[in-house]
């Protein structure tokens, strides 16, 4: 073999070896690049976390604007200062309960006018509070102070009528559970459109995020329901997208007895209220005072 010959079989055997290499460091360039992407998103999501979960948007407005003229505005100050507006309105009918209702993480207290026309028309009492961070309240919402602001809330209701409907909706049926998981006295505990936890539904929506280790508030309705005295009422829709309804069925398998559970076919997350949950809720409170 010429001195020809050898270098280019030298040269033609280098060729793998110096594509694999390439082929390496490119893999390696790519991990890092992902890595870096990743951790960057994770930080994000993170930092941000209670800005996708709590949404306040809207101004306070009267309630006579919205037709609820026997609505007052209270400003209560919480144990650690924080002032927060509340909607109340004593019942209309002599021993009729007071509703206090936990609202969900969008819009404000304004923004269910309607459902709360629908609790008085029937001669019931309301008490909806504002979150904190939310239209017409200071501070910054967390489930720790929302479930500690419950508390007091439940304190006021409860020192006005010893006759109680907690209802939540939607984020607020956490803060609804706990509540009543704590206050064996609660006459009926409403969920709306309920998750088993804040950290199942976003396991669900953010597969590639270890969230379990990620979220803050993790709000484990699951753990707190089975706690709960009171007769249980989940009103869930079978077309609800926001939180499926295998979460409220989860949650009522949980809940010890007595317990109902109506589940509305085509029903959406945001339209139950029109689909029969206020019927429901009338009938489960006959029930309640038929038992009693």
């Given amino acids: 073999?010429?001195?020809?010959?050898?270098?280019?079989?030298?040269?033609?055997?280098?060729?793998?070896?110096?594509?694999?290499?390439?082929?390496?460091?490119?893999?390696?360039?790519?991990?890092?690049?992902?890595?870096?992407?990743?951790?960057?998103?994770?930080?994000?999501?993170?930092?941000?976390?209670?800005?996708?979960?709590?949404?306040?948007?809207?101004?306070?407005t009267d309630p006579a604007e919205a037709g609820l003229d026997q609505v007052t505005v209270e400003t209560v100050t919480m144990a650690d200062g924080t002032q927060i507006s509340v909607w109340s309105a004593t019942p209309a009918v002599e021993g009729a309960p007071t509703v206090l209702y936990f609202h969900g993480n969008?819009?404000?207290?304004?923004?269910?006018?309607?459902?709360?026309?629908?609790?008085?028309?029937?001669?019931?009492?309301?008490?909806?509070?504002?979150?904190?961070?939310y239209a017409g309240s200071d501070g910054s919402p967390t489930e720790i102070d929302l479930i500690s602001d419950g508390r007091e809330?439940?304190?006021?209701?409860?020192?006005?009528?010893d006759q109680i409907i907690i209802h939540g909706e939607s984020m607020g049926t956490g803060v609804a559970t706990a509540i009543a998981a704590?206050?064996?006295?609660?006459?009926?505990?409403?969920?709306?459109?309920?998750?088993?936890?804040?950290?199942?539904?976003?396991?669900?929506?953010?597969?590639?995020?270890?969230?379990?280790?990620?979220?803050?508030?993790?709000?484990?309705?699951?753990?707190?329901?089975?706690?709960?005295?009171?007769?249980?009422?989940?009103?869930?829709?079978?077309?609800?997208?926001?939180?499926?309804?295998?979460?409220?069925?989860?949650?009522?398998?949980?809940?010890e007895d007595p317990k109902e559970i109506l589940i509305v076919e085509g029903a959406a997350h945001n339209n139950l209220w029109s689909q029969g949950l206020w019927p429901a809720v009338l009938d489960a409170w006959r029930k309640v005072n038929a038992e009693g």
């Fill in 153 to 161: 809330h439940f304190e006021s209701v409860a020192g006005r009528t």
């Fill in 106 to 133: 969008s819009g404000n207290v304004s923004t269910r006018a309607s459902r709360f026309k629908k609790i008085l028309d029937s001669g019931f009492g309301l008490y909806a509070p504002s979150y904190r961070g």
């Fill in 182 to 255: 704590e206050r064996p006295e609660t006459g009926l505990l409403v969920l709306e459109a309920p998750y088993t936890a804040l950290v199942d539904r976003a396991s669900e929506q953010y597969p590639w995020l270890p969230v379990g280790l990620l979220m803050i508030d993790q709000m484990p309705t699951r753990e707190r329901v089975g706690n709960v005295q009171a007769p249980i009422l989940i009103v869930h829709g079978t077309q609800d997208v926001v939180i499926p309804v295998e979460h409220g069925k989860k949650l009522y398998e949980r809940a």
């Fill in 1 to 60: 073999m010429s001195e020809t010959e050898d270098h280019q079989a030298l040269k033609a055997g280098a060729t793998p070896s110096g594509t694999g290499k390439r082929v390496r460091k490119l893999l390696i360039n790519l991990i890092v690049v992902f890595g870096i992407a990743y951790i960057m998103a994770a930080g994000f999501m993170y930092l941000n976390q209670r800005n996708f979960l709590f949404v306040p948007t809207g101004e306070l």
